[in-house]
């Protein structure tokens, strides 16, 4: 230890009860320990190794192979404990002075912590020393060694850490370096001989902000000592660009999980890793994204978008892939990019879903950043993730992507009903028709609604068969029914764009409660007059619509449904503008089956279809239900829609959550009824009593109005949301939102845009936590697990 080379000399040649190989009781230190941690002269420990003179070389090689293997009480060689404390010049006189088998030997021998004598040096941040150890690895051509190793259901557990992992934990750049340059891995290995960089660029990602990194305290400490955040976060940001730039990529899972890095580490590092089976399941990426780490992700996924673009370029370069088609290189760009679309769509799911469920205020806006930056760099929530994103809502833990999901999204069936009015009559007539019931009795407001001026221009693009055949039929002028109190024209006009409107009051009256209140007032007015009623004028009603929005409106009322007068096909957004416009103008006037209309148009993938009464799925008459003072026998008619929306898109999807938002400020007494796919039974012909069975057993039912078209339009606003950033809705939201004009470029400041996208993003999360449709996916889950029982049971009987 004092390197004393004379003293040495004389014990061994007169103290023949001299032994290097006798330990220290207290630690289990041999003489030859000793020198290697006080960095004794390389003199002192070439005479212990090959003794006087050195002419004896059989003893010499004999003594080497007593005294290198001995271990103390933590299991270290000599060549660990020269490693650990540095002393380049005392392992490199064990390289040049001990065989190369015995070496190799030793070099793989771990301590209590795991660690090889080139971790020992490696965690000493001694570039020297491993710069030396690998340079007598390359000269010797030692093949890798080959570990222990355990194999899992998705990974290969080994029992020695991996020296590019241990320097990230050191947050040692140089030393990083170093190794991915020499690039010939001592343990463990690929077959191709390259590190495992993806378990490295994981550990990179783990790192604490405010770890211990203790190769830069020179450079990154403040002057008590202690690492200043930004300089060590910046560190873990140059160690993450060097390992994707070296090949790692962050979408794909780790190639094997490495259980001993955070017991090495012995609290230095400040690494984490979560159990061996989570860590099977992530990726890099998704890592980042549950830590809220959004730097991190920005600098992984922009390097590795520059160095995927390079790859790309060089394959197509390649000499040895000159002659392969092209259809050979998108199949490769296709694999990758499917990898990548997954990886991404991940790591959305648990950012989205730690933002919902964490109470650290922090950690929630970190979150939603994380959810950001992933969207802004292609990340879409797709059926699958958006499925995923509910269930772990459902069940307040986030599902693993090899569970099974409720995949329903657009394969929803939604249906509801709505009363419709036949002709007038005397109640001794109504049991009459309702015994010999057909839909035939239902057109009679149908048949009132054709007479009127206005419907001769709509004898295109009708969507309704009925209408159509009344429409395009010989013209027969309708006479006044002797039966009826009603003749075919109405007593009410109705003022909108300046164009009147000829209704009649009790059809109005039945629909509107709005209109109902308007006309009774009109009539007192009329009544107070004293004028006969024989000789008073039509009541006169200025409603503030457009004149298109009143021609829907009357069609609603008197038919049933919207039949006609849509824009062209090509303007889908304008359909969905309009229908949107529609859904307010019903909720002002107060018509409920209109709201409803608007809706299941929304969720629709056809959305022009009627849904009249002769439309409709089934019928029935509700017996005993008068409609006073008029006497109007009262159906009920059913009709049902199927998605996907095809009028949800990127340009409508924020206009449809805004007017959802304010639809849902008014509970609803009857909301739509659904069918997931899991649970629409399997036969797909019913009688009509068979129908309404099915309608009234169903305890699937929205609870407020518009709630399908939310949960649809979030799962859009998630799967488009850089086209929805792009669309002029979100440039009126954002100037209303911070009430400005945009300056002449129409920039909106960087800060202003976040905040509005995590607005956004946030508000999406609440509004899916509290829907009907995810809270019931528990209980659908469930009734596909036991459908699922069922029928391998049959299969099996």
């Not at 004293?530 to 409603?543: V, Y």
Request: proline content about 4%; hydrophobic content about 35%.
């Amino acid at each position: 230890e004092l390197g004393l080379d004379g003293c040495i000399k004389l014990l061994l040649l007169h103290q023949h009860d001299v032994t290097l190989t006798t330990k220290d009781n207290q630690n289990g230190n041999t003489a030859l320990h000793y020198a290697c941690r006080a960095g004794a002269p390389a003199s002192t420990l070439r005479l212990v190794l090959l003794g006087e003179g050195g002419n004896n070389k059989k003893n010499a090689i004999q003594q080497q192979r007593i005294l290198l293997p001995l271990k103390n009480h933590r299991g270290q060689t000599p060549l660990h404990v020269a490693c650990e404390h540095g002393h380049v010049h005392l392992v490199e006189v064990f390289l040049s002075t001990c065989s190369a088998s015995l070496l190799s030997k030793v070099l793989r021998m771990q301590d209590n912590l795991h660690q090889t004598p080139l971790l020992a040096a490696i965690g000493a941040g001694s570039i020297d020393t491993v710069m030396s150890i690998l340079m007598w690895r390359g000269n010797h051509h030692q093949p890798p060694q080959q570990t222990t190793q355990v194999k899992t259901s998705s990974t290969t557990t080994t029992t020695t850490p991996c020296p590019l992992t241990w320097a990230i934990c050191k947050g040692n750049i140089e030393m990083i370096h170093l190794l991915l340059e020499f690039n010939h891995p001592v343990t463990p290995y690929k077959s191709d001989g390259s590190y495992y960089l993806v378990d490295a660029l994981y550990m990179a990602v783990n790192l604490n902000d405010v770890a211990d990194v203790e190769n830069s305290t020179a450079t990154n400490s403040d002057s008590s000592g202690k690492n200043a955040f930004g300089t060590v976060s910046s560190t873990k940001l140059e160690i993450i660009q060097i390992l994707v730039n070296a090949g790692a990529n962050p979408c794909s899972k780790m190639e094997r999980h490495d259980p001993n890095v955070v017991p090495c580490m012995g609290g230095g590092g400040g690494g984490t890793l979560s159990n061996a089976e989570s860590a099977a399941e992530t990726t890099p990426v998704s890592a980042a994204a549950a830590k809220g780490d959004v730097r991190s992700i920005k600098v992984m996924l922009d390097m590795f978008q520059r160095v995927k673009e390079q790859n790309t370029v060089a394959r197509r370069q390649d000499p040895k892939l000159q002659k392969q088609p092209e259809t050979y290189f998108e199949a490769i760009e296709a694999r990758e990019q499917h990898e990548i679309d997954t990886a991404l769509c991940d790591a959305l799911v648990k950012s989205l879903f730690t933002s919902w469920k964490t109470d650290d205020f922090t950690l929630q806006k970190q979150c939603l950043q994380v959810a950001i930056a992933l969207l802004h760099r292609g990340a879409k929530l797709n059926q699958a993730g958006f499925a995923r994103l509910k269930d772990s809502i459902a069940f307040n833990r986030l599902k693993s992507p090899m569970e099974q999901f409720t995949m329903t999204e657009g394969l929803y069936r939604f249906e509801t009903t709505y009363y419709h009015y036949s002709e007038p009559t005397t109640l001794g007539s109504i049991s009459k028709k309702l015994s010999t019931f057909d839909r035939s009795a239902l057109n009679f407001w149908s048949k009132r609604l054709c007479a009127m001026s206005w419907m001769k221009h709509c004898d295109l693009h009708l969507q309704c068969s009925w209408m159509k055949g009344e429409l395009l039929a010989p013209k027969n002028h309708l006479s006044e029914d002797s039966s009826s109190s009603l003749t075919s024209l109405g007593d009410v006009i109705l003022l909108a764009e300046e164009e009147c409107f000829r209704v009649h009051s009790e059809i109005i009256s039945a629909k509107s409660a709005k209109l109902a209140a308007a006309v009774r007032f009109e009539m007192m007015n009329q009544e107070s007059d004293n004028e006969d009623p024989n000789d008073r004028p039509p009541i006169e009603l200025k409603i503030d619509l457009s004149s298109r929005m009143c021609k829907y409106l009357l069609q609603h009322i008197y038919h049933g449904s919207i039949f006609c007068g849509w824009p062209l096909t090509s303007m889908k957004g304008g359909i969905c503008g309009e229908i949107l416009e529609m859904a307010l103008v019903a909720e002002e006037y107060l018509i409920p089956s209109l709201k409803h209309e608007c809706e299941m148009r929304l969720l629709s993938a056809h959305p022009k279809r009627c849904y009249c009464w002769s439309c409709c799925t089934v019928v029935q008459s509700c017996c005993g239900v008068v409609m006073d003072p008029q006497s109007m026998p009262v159906y009920e008619c059913l009709y049902r829609i199927y998605g996907p929306s095809r009028l949800l898109d990127e340009t409508s999807v924020l206009d449809a959550l805004a007017v959802s938002q304010q639809l849902q400020e008014f509970k609803s007494e009857k909301g739509l009824k659904f069918w997931s796919l899991l649970n629409i039974p399997v036969n797909s012909v019913f009688s009509d009593k068979t129908v309404w069975e099915n309608y009234r057993k169903n305890q699937n039912c929205l609870s407020v109005d518009f709630e399908g078209v939310k949960h649809a339009a979030i799962e859009v606003f998630f799967n488009s949301f850089c086209a929805v950033i792009q669309s002029p809705s979100y440039s009126l939201q954002m100037q209303s939102t911070f009430d400005e004009e945009p300056n002449d470029a129409g920039y909106q400041s960087r800060d202003q845009e976040n905040e509005m996208q995590t607005m956004l993003l946030q508000a999406c999360l609440d509004e899916l936590s509290e829907s009907t449709m995810v809270c019931t996916n528990n209980s659908i889950y469930s009734k596909a697990q036991q459908s699922s029982r069922i029928n391998e049971a049959v299969t099996k009987s």
